[in-house]
């Protein structure tokens, strides 16, 4: 049985609800479809930051390397897909991804911290999901789930690193924004939601 790594797990606010993990073990096509969508998706924030902070050399190294790891998990989902004949497709931001990124600020350095602190959010929680719920699946997607905690949390270790070492700002100032982010996060885990999706809360009765 995977465990949570011990990082991630005192990282998070909360565990994912048991409610989602019910849900998600009865909805294997449904989570693998939105599972290869967030692969895509972390690709392109990671090539996103080369864009927009290309001066930023650390930053833009590492964020290369993210996006073509990102994009080795997205074939490898799209392979497991297409043995298990589930047709991909493009899918809208869920309600986790949108209520992270309404909290983005507009001015710097401000704006790189939080999207920074949100992508350690989003691996970490990734991370924590692929623990639980890896034991309710089939074997082959078990095993590739549990093989995704190693990266998932060495990257969130890098997210959280840039933060501290690319935005100028203190550790105080930091910490700060990271509870507040924390506290939004967990809530958006926690309340129910009507749409189901890889972070997405319990779901709506």
Not at 122 to 139: H, Q
Not at 149 to 166: G, T, V
Request: charged share 30%; proline share 6%; aromatic share 8%.
């Amino acid at each position: 049985m995977a465990l949570v790594p011990e990082p991630i797990a005192g990282f998070l606010h909360n565990e994912t609800p048991q409610a989602w993990l019910d849900e998600a073990s009865g909805r294997l096509p449904e989570m693998l479809l939105d599972h290869a969508n967030c692969e895509l998706k972390a690709a392109s924030t990671a090539l996103g930051f080369l864009y927009r902070y290309p001066d930023r050399t650390q930053l833009a190294q590492r964020m290369s390397r993210l996006a073509r790891e990102e994009l080795r998990h997205f074939e490898q989902v799209r392979s497991i897909m297409e043995d298990m004949d589930i047709p991909f497709e493009r899918l809208t931001a869920s309600r986790y991804a949108g209520g992270l990124r309404d909290t983005v600020r507009d001015e710097e350095p401000w704006k790189l911290l939080d999207l920074l602190l949100i992508g350690a959010l989003i691996e970490a929680r990734s991370c924590e999901r692929f623990a639980r719920v890896a034991p309710r699946l089939p074997e082959r997607l078990g095993k590739f789930y549990n093989g995704l905690l190693a990266s998932e949390a060495r990257h969130f270790e890098h997210y959280i690193a840039f933060a501290r070492s690319e935005t100028g700002l203190d550790d105080a100032e930091i910490d700060a924004r990271l509870e507040e982010l924390k506290a939004i996060e967990a809530q958006l885990i926690a309340d129910p939601d009507p749409q189901f999706r890889f972070h997405s809360g319990p779901p709506a009765l």
